[in-house]
C-alpha cells in the first residue's frame, strides 16, 4: 500500500472531508467549517478535542469536525518503531490530506512530526504543553517505586531507544523489551499475569490527557534520584500544522499562540534537526526557562547499548523565533564537540544493536 495515500474509514466521521463538502458553509448555520485532522488514536482524538475547544471558545461563530486518520505507525502496531526508517512515520496521510485541502489543519503531538515538513506545509501553533517529563508505570501488585528499586533483569518494556538507552546508562542491569500498542494496550500487556514486563516507560502527558495519571509510580527527569531521563523533543506539547500560505487559517490560530511553548519547542527541534536525529536515535533534551527570556537546555546524546553518552547543559537568552533556532543550534555544537557525532554515525553504522536490545 502507498503510504502517501490517504486512508479513508468505513465511517464517513472518519474519513476526510471532500473537497466539495469542505468549500461550502453549514446550510442551517450559514458558518464555515474548519476541518480538523488527526490520528485515529484515542489519545490524538483526545488532544484534537482539546484543541477544537480552544479554537472554538476563540472563534465560536465558526463549525469544527474532527476526522481521525490511520497513518502507517498506527497501523503496524507489532513492527518497532525504529525498523521503519521513516521520518513521517505518523504525519504523512494527515499531511496529503491536508494538501489536497481536504483538511484545513492537522493537530500533532510535536514529538511525532518531523523536523523537515513537506513543501508547502509549516506550523501554524504550538500549544498546551502537558508535563513533558517520562513516567515509570510498574505492573499492578508489585512494590517497586523508583527504576532504582528494580532488581536486576527486571524487564522494563518500551518503544523508545531513546528511553532503553537512557536507562541502559544509568541501569546496565536492566532489560528491554519492545511494546506498541495504545496506551491502554500497553498498560493491559503489562498487567497480563503471564506478562512479561516489569514496567513500562511512558509519556507522562499522554496518561495524563487520557485520566490514567493514578498508574504513574514515577516521574523521570534530570533530578530523579538514581539518575533519571531527558525527555523527546517536542513531548508534551501540540503542534497544528496548516499549508503554507493559508492566512484565514493563520488568523484562527493567532490567539491560541503560546509563547513559551513555541519557543521551547522550536529550540528542540532546532537541536534536533541539527544533529539530523529522530525517534530512533537516542537524544534526549530538558527546557526550563529560569526566567522570563532565559532559558536553559539539557541535552543529551547516548550510544544504543548506554555505554557511551555525551551531556551538555547551557542557560541563553531566548525571546524570539530566530534565537530559539539558533539557542537549539549551539547546544547541538556543544554536543558535538564532546564527541556526539562519532556516537550516532555509530548508530547509523550499525543498527543491529537495536535488535539485541529486544527492539526498545
Not at 53 to 58: K, Q, W
Not at 198 to 221: F, K, N, P, V
Not at 268 to 297: A, Q
Request: glycine content about 8%.
Amino acid at each position: 500500500m502507498d503510504p502517501t495515500v490517504s486512508i479513508q474509514s468505513e465511517s464517513s466521521k472518519e474519513a476526510a472531508p471532500s473537497t466539495a463538502l469542505k468549500s461550502r458553509s453549514d446550510a442551517s448555520t450559514g458558518s464555515m467549517t474548519i476541518n480538523i485532522g488527526t490520528r485515529r488514536s484515542a489519545l490524538a482524538v483526545i488532544q484534537a478535542e482539546i484543541f477544537r475547544d480552544l479554537i472554538e471558545a476563540a472563534h465560536p461563530s465558526y463549525n469544527y469536525e474532527i476526522y481521525p486518520m490511520a497513518t502507517m505507525g498506527d497501523k503496524n502496531q507489532v513492527t518497532p518503531l525504529h525498523t521503519f526508517g521513516a521520518k513521517a512515520l505518523w504525519t504523512h496521510e494527515l499531511e496529503a490530506s491536508l494538501l489536497d485541502g481536504q483538511l484545513d489543519l492537522i493537530v500533532h503531538c510535536v514529538k511525532d512530526m518531523p523536523t523537515q515538513l513537506p513543501p508547502n506545509c509549516t506550523i501554524g501553533c504550538m500549544l498546551n504543553r502537558a508535563d513533558p517529563r517520562d513516567a515509570l508505570i510498574v505492573k499492578y501488585g508489585l512494590p517497586y517505586k523508583s527504576l532504582a528499586d528494580l532488581p536486576d533483569g527486571s524487564i522494563v518494556g518500551t518503544s523508545s531507544v531513546r528511553r532503553s538507552a537512557q536507562i541502559a546508562n544509568k541501569y546496565p542491569r536492566l532489560k528491554f523489551k519492545n511494546v506498541r500498542g495504545n496506551v491502554g494496550t500497553r498498560l493491559s500487556k503489562l498487567d497480563a499475569e503471564d506478562g512479561d514486563y516489569t514496567c513500562l516507560i511512558l509519556a507522562a502527558a499522554g496518561l495524563e490527557r487520557m485520566d490514567w495519571s493514578h498508574r504513574i509510580t514515577q516521574y523521570l527527569d534530570s533530578k530523579t534520584p538514581g539518575g533519571g531521563l531527558l525527555y523527546a523533543v517536542g513531548q508534551g506539547a501540540l503542534a497544528v500544522e496548516i499549508r503554507e500560505g493559508d492566512q484565514r487559517t493563520m488568523d484562527l490560530l493567532e490567539p491560541l499562540i503560546e509563547k513559551p511553548v513555541s519557543l521551547a519547542c522550536l529550540a528542540e527541534r532546532s537541536l534536533l534537526r541539527t544533529l539530523e536525529g529522530g525517534c530512533s536515535v537516542p537524544i534526549g533534551v530538558e527546557t526550563e526557562w529560569v526566567e522570563t527570556g532565559k532559558m536553559l537546555m539539557r541535552a543529551i546524546v547516548v550510544s544504543l547499548d548506554g555505554k557511551e553518552s555525551v551531556q551538555v547543559e547551557r542557560l541563553g537568552e531566548v525571546t524570539n523565533n530566530a534565537e530559539a533556532d539558533e539557542f537549539g543550534w549551539t547546544v547541538a555544537q556543544d554536543l558535538v564537540k564532546k564527541g556526539a557525532t562519532e556516537i550516532l554515525e555509530a548508530i547509523n553504522l550499525n543498527r543491529k544493536v537495536i535488535e539485541e536490545q529486544g527492539g526498545a
